[in-house]
């Protein structure tokens, strides 16, 4: 970060001493007031709930340009990576901040291949849960249970460790939530299998059977490749900003990681996919096409708590990139599929021109985001809708990792620990009970 030549200077109407306050600028982006020394020569905070002008750490990993609806990984458009790279290559990305070459790549996609097992114990937390228990409630259980298998792999500070957690992470993921999957419909867990790609893997550990061959698609391993890297890291939203801050207390990377799951398992963050498939279908319950109208009403009277779900952004204020590469997805499988007519995308389609035209949506600028899509297409490839959220989980996995892992690599890092202002009781006594 560099220095400006512009300060800030803040002073107070009641004649306080009055305080100047360096700029820093990135590479680009919003440049940033740095505050740090703001409460020891003050004695004041700033107040910031919801963290809309607050910028928690700096980062190479992702930029996000709100208005320009640009996302860049390692500066590489997220356009550029989802029609040239795989997914592995884009974890390698992430991690390395370079894409590799192909000796780079083989190696990665070698140690990656080589631990998509699981302890077999691991199969005895699933028998814990009931069968209909929520995959994001099954997946937060397993991934924290991790930290009980690799202690050769969860001192935070140690950056070998880190670097064979990272491995490890990404490698079981699809592994775990296919057993979750498996474990809800009562089918037998399918082991990976060393000679697929990793979409191809987890397609094949989701829908095999040992009954009979499972024949990867090509194109259903492609599109799931492509939701991977569409999801794969995002700035300091709110679950990497749960990483971060739960990885700041020195705690193992699994740990950290079962944080995030648990974090954007929220509607309001990366459980929108499945929010907003189910609203789809209400819609279509409804009556489909001919009830959008009546929905839209709804979702523009403030009282009637609904939103649409899969629309609008805190950085977002122009259309999501990933959105748009997801709706091409979307397209690709449902021809691949004969289910070009799908009533839900054509109902999604109706929706989005519709919203994009009406005041109400163009004057907060909200935009169909990621969640938009992902969720009809991850629908027709046959995925089960409460299942969405882990995917997403499955793909944020190494944005988490490589945001966690810049973060304890600065020698400069703390503990995080926000203040507050306090609006509670002042000192009192307690009176005995019978004064009470
Ligand atoms: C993800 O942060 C990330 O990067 C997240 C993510 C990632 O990759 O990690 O991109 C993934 O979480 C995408 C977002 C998925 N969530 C949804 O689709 C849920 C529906 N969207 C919203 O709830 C909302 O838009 C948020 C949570 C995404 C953003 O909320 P903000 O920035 O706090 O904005 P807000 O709630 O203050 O909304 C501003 C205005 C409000 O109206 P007014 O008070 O100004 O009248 O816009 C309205 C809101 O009521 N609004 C919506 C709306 N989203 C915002 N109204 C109807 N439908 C919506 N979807």
Known sequence: ???????????????????????????????????????????????????????????????????KGELLYR???????????????????????????????????????KHTMVNEQMQFFLRGFRRDAHPMAVLTGLVGALSAFYHDSTDINNPEHRKVAAIRLIAKMPTLVAMAYKYSIGQPFIYPKNDLSYAGNFLRMMFATPCEEYKVSPVLERAMDRIFILHADHEQNASTSTVRLCGSSGTNPFAAIAAGVACLWGPAHGGANEACLNMLEEIQAMGGISKVGEFMEKVKDKNSGVRLMGFGHRVYKNYDPRAKLMQETCNEVLAELGLENDPLFALAKKLEQIALEDDYFVQRKLYPNVDFYSGIVQRAIGIPVPLFTAIFALARTVGWIAQLDEMIGDPEYKIGRPRQLFVGAEKRDVAPIGKR
């Open 1 to 67: 970060m560099t220095p400006s030549d512009v300060k800030a200077t803040l002073s107070f109407s009641d004649g306080s001493p009055s305080m100047e306050l360096p700029i820093y600028k990135g590479s680009v982006g919003p440049d940033v007031i740095d505050i740090r020394k703001l409460y020891g020569q003050t004695g004041k905070f700033t107040y910031d709930p919801g963290f809309l002008s607050t910028a928690s750490c700096n980062s190479k990993i992702t930029y996000i340009d709100g208005d």
């Open 75 to 113: 500066g590489y458009p997220i356009e550029q990576l989802a029609t040239n790279c795989d997914f592995l290559e884009t974890c390698y990305l992430l991690l390395n901040g370079e894409l590799p070459n192909q000796s780079e790549k083989d190696d990665f996609v070698g140690r990656v291949t």
